[in-house]
Each structure stands twice: as C-alpha cells, then as structure tokens.
C-alpha cells in the first residue's frame, strides 16, 4: 500500500508548463516552447514515468536535425516516494543515460487538479554558466 502522500498524486498529469528561472538574472525560459506537450504517470507499486517534449518536433534525417529533437524532449521512468513536500525517483531508464542509476529530488506543491514541481537550484546544459531552478506545472487527467 503507498503512503498517504503518494496516494494523493496517482494516475495520469497532463504538461501545462515547463520552464526554468534563472538565479542570477531571474529570467523565466520555456524549456520546451509555448505549448508544451507530456504525461507524468503515477502508479500505485510506486512506478513513475514521465515523458515531456516540446510542441514544434519535426522529423529529421540529418545529424543536426535528430540531436535538436533529443534537445527538445526528456523522458525517464522508476520507482518514486513522496513524502508531503518532495517527490524521490529512483530513475531506472532514461532518455539521457546519465540519470539512469540516480536519485532525482524534487519539490512539489499539489491540489486536486494541479501538480506544480520544482527542482532545486541546478546547472542545466541549455544554459551554461548559469544556476536555474526547473518548474513544471500539470493539471490532472484523464
């Protein structure tokens, strides 16, 4: 049986927003355009998965073409534990292998139909040089 605070986020998230808010300049970006577009799934064993990409993908044959679509997306998936203010997951796999093996922290806020989350001050490779907090923000679906 899950703990409580993980029985509240189960089932599907719809993407609303995904940006990054930059603690040097405070400057918001969107991570993945106007209208982003992803599902985070919540399961009661404890398995989560998320993917997330950005709205304007096209299909490409040239080597520049396939690493801006690997730019524009993120998905991973494993085990996870919310304890009322963070989420863990335990990424299993992973679009960028890197993360596979790894504990991923995150902070989060919850209502019934929205999710919002957030990661606490990190390097982020869009952004070189610069120290940005990631937020997502999901409305529950169906």
């Known amino acids: 049986m899950p703990h409580l605070d993980q029985q509240k986020v189960l089932g599907a998230w719809k993407l609303a927003a995904a940006y990054t808010v930059s603690q040097t300049t405070g400057q918001h970006r969107a991570l993945y355009g106007d209208a982003p577009r992803g599902y985070l799934m919540f399961q009661p064993s404890g398995r ?5 990409m950005s709205s304007n993908r096209q299909a490409s044959q040239t080597e520049t073409g396939r690493a801006a679509l690997f730019q524009s997306l993120m998905s991973y998936s494993g085990k996870f534990t919310a304890d009322g203010e963070k989420f863990v997951f335990s990424v299993e796999i992973a679009w960028d292998p890197t993360w596979e093996g790894t504990d991923q922290i995150r902070f989060y806020s919850l ?3 929205n ?3 957030r990661t606490a001050p990190m ?3 869009l952004f070189p040089g610069e120290k940005v ?9 169906e």
């Not at 989560?48 to 997330?52: E, G, T, Y």
């Not at 907090?133 to 679906?141: A, D, V, Y």
């Open 115 to 117: 999710l919002s989350i």
């Open 123 to 125: 390097d982020h490779p």
């Open 133 to 141: 907090i990631g937020h997502l923000e999901w409305t529950r679906s």
């Open 48 to 52: 989560m998965f998320a993917l997330l």
């Open 111 to 113: 209502t019934p139909s």
